[in-house]
């Protein structure tokens, strides 16, 4: 099991960055993926999540109708697409895997990727 994420960088506040977080994993159907976010001196949060089949998908409300998590099923890929980024939104940010259904919270994600650094400037 393998998650490759990538995608970070350094913007201005109010541009828009794309996270991507290549999936490998044996049946990939099967699988619910998130993006979780640390940043400097704060605890991982929950950013958003989303079923594999894209049936199911829910957000923070930190980050609610600024960001939008997606599934590219012909590349094994979850994107995140961040617009309207704030300078709040600098962290640290990680994708997850999990079997079963749609979840949230971090401790039923059994599978993580390296993280990827994106830094908002004000």
């Known amino acids: 099991v393998q998650l490759q994420a990538s995608g970070g960088g350094l913007v201005q506040a109010g541009e828009s960055l794309r996270l991507a977080c290549e999936v490998s994993l044996r049946t990939v159907s099967s699988v619910s993926v998130a993006w979780f976010r640390r940043a400097p001196g704060k605890e991982r949060e929950f950013v958003a999540a989303?079923?594999?089949?894209?049936?199911?998908?829910g957000y923070a409300d930190s980050v609610k109708g600024r960001f939008t998590i997606a599934i590219d099923n012909a590349k094994n890929t979850m994107y995140l697409q961040m617009n309207s980024l704030k300078p709040d939104d600098t962290a640290v940010y990680y994708c997850?895997?999990?079997?079963?259904?749609?979840?949230?919270?971090?401790?039923?994600?059994?599978?993580w990727g390296q993280g990827t650094l994106v830094t908002v400037s004000s």
């Open positions: 997850a895997a999990r079997e079963g259904s749609y979840d949230r919270p971090q401790n039923r994600f059994p599978w």
């Open positions: 989303i079923t594999w089949s894209g049936r199911s998908k």
